[in-house]
């Protein structure tokens, strides 16, 4: 059975996990380990008078270190590497953070000491022992009050917590097609805050080799090379040959492992200052206070169309939460990632967007899977429902009448869409929920005294995060290509070393597959290395759905290269030419014959070198760094139905179908996978979740039992289908398919639900609450009767 | 400290304990058998889950004192020498897993909710007994599956 590219090959990494023999950075066991507990701020806002210590050295504790001795020490301030300029021209307003608080804190949770002890609960009895005199100050949580004047300021930096005011696109032109437009559709929309919420919580195990002034960190990361170049280059806390990162087996991260936290920082600062081996472990109640949280927009948005009901205009006005510091990648989520698709899935001749940012007395907020796209996404997919509601027409009708037909194209958001095909995903999303039928089914549920419902959502979302020319134009600090090498074993086993990292994509598997597809060998004769930059050489890491378009086509690059010497070789030991050999099945063949080596023989004699084409050196490892040509653009239509219980408010999901084109799919079963679980993560910011602060800053849903998870009963079976187009932009034709699912989701539940109730104001989480509200504002509760 | 004798995956162990000390973390901690997890602290998540004398149990909700003179099995000892118990392969066939922190708890408490249904497991079931159980990867969809396919195959 073929173990190539679409084949539905099982995961080969899946052995360890199902044995208990994964290993996690907490399964980390140092010789002369300590361990590390916080000291956080209970407080939103205050200044810090002092710190008293003695308690807690006093009842044992190894150290407790604060951020005036980390400054001391010469340890940088953690930043935002991707710059914004303000439409007026002027520079992001960055405010400093450092690892430590030196003089105030700034949110619940805010880390102001470490302490150190020789086990887990001494280190945390002794964190509490750490007296913190604290003058609090007014704080403030909401995005819009934050700019108010007069409200608390929380950066020097950052006049009126404003960190950046920015614009895309052309606001005359935009105002103008207002101007001239037949129907104007308005809406306040509200993208609630969520938090990542990864099983495995983050940890982090430091160690400091005086001898050798060498440092190894274990970390959850999703990009453990780009967390030691800001580490080194950074923060300052060793040269990057004294730096080795491991990100071992990593218990996912959707966007809140990309970051470097304070904590990493810390603790290879105090594995220095003990000279001991320190790890910390998050709980998850420290997850929700300080892991970077998502989303957290709150748009004013319009649609215009034209009287034949071709849209004219898109206009928004957002403003940012990004809480109390920016995080790494905090400037680039509601800008680049987010008003560059507000074309969506149509023709929209003059877009404007402008985006301000603020500080609040929050966590730092980023990129959470989607980052930027599921926000664009929903105001887009909500507006063109509601417009289609207002204007009276069928709102898939609404949608076909707008879409992009032809490719390339270009919109007026930077954005050139390179391949797509929207109709044919729309058209296999309608049969697939049977939207004929829909009318049948709802005077079903209506004969049973309940409401149903169905909502659509057509997305398109850019993934790879590259070419690094363009972003950097854009502002992004480092380069985001990729880098691959292929290293082929003297007996014909082959290691791939990737600077891409698996948290559960299922990379020791799809990338096995592309040798497989190849060199025709079982994906068991090949091992994939990753997240350790030891053995990698670099790469920039796991996000924006780049694993695959970025990830992989550099290791085409570097098999291209193993397999022309390959083939040099081969040509040379059966006297052929060259461009006469062919590799499958395992075999290395001279086409038209009968004379054939083995891919091991050829293999060995690259090694043993007796026998070698004249001037070629020995050995069979190449290597290779891809910058692509283009973002890439996954699309589809998602359809979701509902059912609502009029008496409770209850939103009861049926049916979800998932559409998509993700251009070449090396193994369905695992785009699957990863379909369903955004799927699962946009119907829980649809329905369940959100984070909530109360006015003074206090976390109200730091722990399971306040903020909702969706379980296994608040999620129906999906129904996923693929339309394929081929992204030109990489070897492969790969589109990236590891956010969609969270993308394109919420804004067809919300339809549903809308569609149900007949009441187009509800805003995420649909709680029963929020939804028994609108119906009883609607006074659909009595049609359903 | 308080010592306590109890059987581990077929073996018996022993070992000094702080009264405050969790079974998960003399699991983990002391045996050094770190496949089960720590997702959350308020027996939410059910990373932990564990068999004690035959039951699904959050060994995160539980003193290790508490588990003196038990039988416990942890995911390293479902598996019959080499050959994986019905669960665990059925979670690998059906793709139940992505990251796999979640797993071990899943396939405990799977394995525990087919014991006690037998073969007539159904998805609403499941779905309704996973309640106690987290992931954040799979959507369910692929779990559900994974538990109902080892329902059949074990029944």
């Known amino acids: 059975?073929?173990?190539?590219?679409?084949?539905?090959?099982?995961?080969?990494?899946?052995?360890?996990?199902?044995?208990?023999?994964?290993?996690?950075?907490?399964?980390?066991?140092?010789?002369?380990?300590?361990?590390?507990?916080?000291?956080?701020?209970?407080?939103?806002?205050?200044?810090?008078?002092?710190?008293?210590?003695?308690?807690?050295?006093?009842?044992?504790?190894?150290?407790?270190?604060?951020?005036?001795?980390?400054?001391?020490?010469?340890?940088?301030?953690?930043?935002?590497?991707?710059?914004?300029?303000?439409k007026d021209g002027s520079p992001m307003n960055m405010g400093a953070w450092s690892a430590l608080a030196t003089e105030y804190v700034r949110y619940v949770g805010d880390a102001v000491a470490i302490v150190i002890a020789d086990s887990q609960a001494a280190a945390r009895d002794a964190a509490e022992m750490v007296e913190v005199d604290y003058n609090v100050l007014p704080a403030v949580i909401k995005a819009d009050k934050a700019l108010e004047d007069g409200s608390p300021q929380l950066h020097p930096e950052a006049k009126n917590n404003l960190i950046f005011d920015w614009e895309i696109g052309d606001a005359a032109a935009t105002d103008a097609a207002f101007a001239d437009a037949a129907h104007i559709v308005e809406m306040d929309i509200t993208n609630n805050r969520l938090s990542p919420n990864p099983m495995e919580p983050r940890s982090a195990v430091a160690t400091y080799d005086a001898s050798e002034e060498h440092y190894t960190l274990y970390t959850t990361s999703q990009n453990p090379h780009v967390a030691r170049l800001v580490l080194s280059a950074f923060y300052q806390v060793a040269p990057e040959h004294k730096l080795r990162v491991i990100a071992p087996d990593v218990g996912g991260g959707f966007g809140s492992k990309i970051y470097i936290y304070p904590e990493e920082i810390a603790c290879l600062w105090a594995s220095m200052k003990t000279n001991r081996s320190v790890k910390w472990t998050s709980d998850r109640t420290e997850a929700f206070l300080t892991d970077a949280h998502g989303r957290d927009h709150i748009t004013?948005?319009?649609?215009?169309?034209?009287?034949?009901?071709?849209?004219?205009?898109?206009?928004?006005?957002?403003?940012?939460?990004?809480?109390?510091?920016?995080?790494?990648?905090?400037?680039?989520?509601?800008?680049?990632?987010?008003?560059?698709?507000?074309?969506?899935?149509?023709?929209?001749?003059?877009?404007?967007?402008?985006?301000?940012?603020?500080?609040?007395?929050?966590?730092?907020?980023?990129?959470?899977?989607?980052?930027?796209?599921?926000?664009?996404?929903?105001?887009?997919?909500?507006m063109m429902e509601t417009s289609a509601r207002e204007l009276g027409v069928d709102p898939i009708e609404l949608r076909r009448k707008?879409?992009?037909?032809?490719?390339?194209?270009?919109?007026?958001?930077?954005?050139?869409?390179?391949?797509?095909?929207?109709?044919?995903?729309?058209?296999?999303a309608l049969e697939a929920i049977d939207y004929k039928g829909f009318e049948a089914r709802r005077a079903e549920s209506a004969s049973r005294g309940k409401l149903r419902g169905i909502g659509t959502s057509c997305y398109i979302e850019a993934c790879g995060i590259a070419p690094s020319a363009a972003v950097g134009s854009l502002g992004a600090g480092v380069g985001l290509w990729e880098s691959g090498e292929i290293r082929v074993n003297p007996v014909g086993t082959v290691e791939i070393l990737t600077g891409s990292h698996s948290h559960g994509q299922g990379h020791e598997t799809t990338f096995a597959q592309l040798v497989s597809e190849r060199f025709g060998l079982p994906t068991d004769n090949v091992q994939v290395i990753h997240g350790d930059t030891d053995k990698v050489q670099f790469g920039m890491?796991?996000?924006?759905?780049?694993?695959?378009?970025?990830?992989?086509?550099?290791?085409?690059?570097?098999?291209?290269?193993?397999?022309?010497?390959?083939?040099?070789?081969?040509?040379?030991?059966?006297?052929?030419?060259?461009?006469?050999?062919?590799?499958?099945?395992?075999?290395?063949?001279?086409?038209?014959?009968?004379?054939?080596?083995?891919?091991?023989?050829?293999?060995?004699?690259?090694?043993?070198?007796?026998?070698?084409?004249?001037?070629?050196?020995?050995?069979?490892?190449?290597?290779?760094?891809?910058?692509?040509?283009?973002?890439?653009?996954?699309?589809?239509?998602?359809?979701?139905?509902?059912?609502?219980?009029?008496?409770?408010?209850?939103?009861?999901?049926?049916?979800?179908?998932?559409?998509?084109?993700?251009?070449?799919?090396?193994?369905?079963?695992?785009?699957?996978?990863?379909?369903?679980?955004?799927?699962?993560?946009?119907?829980?910011?649809?329905?369940?979740?959100?984070?909530?602060?109360?006015?003074?800053?206090?976390?109200?849903?730091?722990?399971?039992?306040?903020?909702?998870?969706?379980?296994?009963?608040?999620?129906?079976?999906?129904?996923?289908?693929?339309?394929?187009?081929?992204?030109?932009?990489?070897?492969?034709?790969?589109?990236?398919?590891?956010?969609?699912?969270?993308?394109?989701?919420?804004?067809?539940?919300?339809?549903?639900?809308?569609?149900?109730?007949?009441?187009?104001?509800?805003?995420?989480?649909?709680?029963?609450?929020?939804?028994?509200?609108?119906?009883?504002?609607?006074?659909?509760?009595?049609?359903?009767? | 400290m308080t010592v306590i004798n109890l059987t581990v995956n077929g073996s018996e162990v022993s070992g000094e304990v702080d009264d405050r000390t969790l079974l998960v973390q003399f699991i983990r901690d002391q045996l050094r058998l770190t496949g089960t997890h720590v997702g959350c602290d308020t027996s939410q998540c059910g990373a932990c889950v564990v068999h004690v004398d035959g039951k699904a149990m959050k060994s995160c909700t539980m003193l290790a004192v508490q588990a003196d003179g038990s039988d416990v099995t942890t995911i390293e000892g479902l598996a019959d020498g080499a050959e994986l118990h019905p669960v665990q392969k059925a979670f690998r066939e059906n793709h139940g897993l992505q990251c796999g922190f979640c797993t071990p708890g899943m396939i405990m408490a799977a394995t525990d909710m087919i014991n006690r249904h037998g073969k007539d497991l159904d998805e609403e079931t499941i779905r309704e007994e996973l309640e106690g159980n987290i992931c954040r990867c799979t959507g369910y969809h692929n779990i559900v599956k994974s538990i109902a396919a080892a329902a059949k195959e074990m029944g």
């Open chain 1, 541 to 785: 890491g796991t996000y924006g759905s780049r694993s695959g378009a970025v990830g992989m086509s550099a290791l085409v690059k570097a098999l291209d290269k193993v397999e022309d010497k390959a083939k040099k070789i081969a040509a040379h030991l059966l006297e052929a030419s060259d461009s006469d050999i062919v590799i499958e099945g395992g075999e290395v063949k001279v086409a038209g014959t009968d004379k054939k080596l083995g891919w091991h023989e050829v293999c060995l004699a690259a090694y043993t070198g007796h026998n070698l084409p004249e001037g070629m050196s020995p050995g069979l490892k190449e290597d290779a760094f891809y910058d692509p040509t283009n973002f890439t653009f996954p699309s589809g239509t998602y359809i979701c139905e509902v059912e609502v219980d009029p008496e409770t408010g209850k939103t009861d999901v049926l049916a979800f179908v998932a559409a998509d084109d993700f251009g070449t799919i090396i193994n369905p079963m695992i785009v699957e996978g990863q379909v369903h679980g955004g799927l699962a993560q946009g119907i829980g910011q649809a329905l369940l979740e959100e984070v909530v602060y109360d006015d003074d800053g206090q976390l109200l849903t730091a722990s399971y039992m306040d903020y909702c998870m969706p379980r296994a009963d608040d999620v129906p079976n999906y129904q996923v289908s693929h339309y394929k187009t081929e992204c030109p932009g990489n070897p492969l034709g790969m589109k990236g398919c590891g956010e969609a699912g969270a993308i394109g989701s919420p804004p067809a539940v919300i339809n549903a639900i809308t569609n149900a109730i007949g009441n187009n104001n509800l805003s995420m989480p649909a709680s029963p609450q929020k939804v028994w509200a609108a119906i009883q504002a609607s006074g659909s509760k009595q049609a359903a009767e």
């Open chain 1, 1 to 86: 059975m073929s173990e190539g590219i679409g084949a539905r090959v099982l995961r080969k990494e899946d052995k360890r996990f199902i044995s208990g023999k994964g290993k996690y950075t907490d399964d980390v066991i140092e010789i002369n380990q300590a361990y590390a507990a916080f000291v956080r701020s209970p407080h939103a806002h205050a200044k810090i008078n002092g710190i008293n210590k003695q308690a807690a050295l006093d009842a044992g504790a190894v150290a407790v270190l604060d951020g005036k001795e980390l400054t001391g020490d010469g340890i940088g301030n953690i930043i935002c590497g991707w710059m914004i300029h303000s």
């Open chain 1, 300 to 382: 004013n948005a319009k649609m215009a169309f034209d009287a034949n009901h071709k849209l004219v205009g898109v206009k928004v006005d957002t403003i940012a939460n990004l809480g109390a510091y920016m995080s790494l990648f905090s400037s680039a989520t509601p800008t680049y990632l987010y008003a560059t698709l507000l074309s969506g899935q149509y023709n929209v001749p003059n877009i404007h967007g402008n985006v301000r940012a603020v500080y609040t007395n929050t966590v730092p907020v980023d990129a959470y899977r989607g980052a930027g796209r599921p926000e664009a996404t929903y105001l887009l997919e909500r």
């Open chain 1, 402 to 428: 707008n879409f992009v037909q032809e490719f390339p194209h270009q919109t007026p958001v930077i954005m050139c869409y390179d391949a797509g095909n929207f109709e044919a995903h729309l058209d296999g």
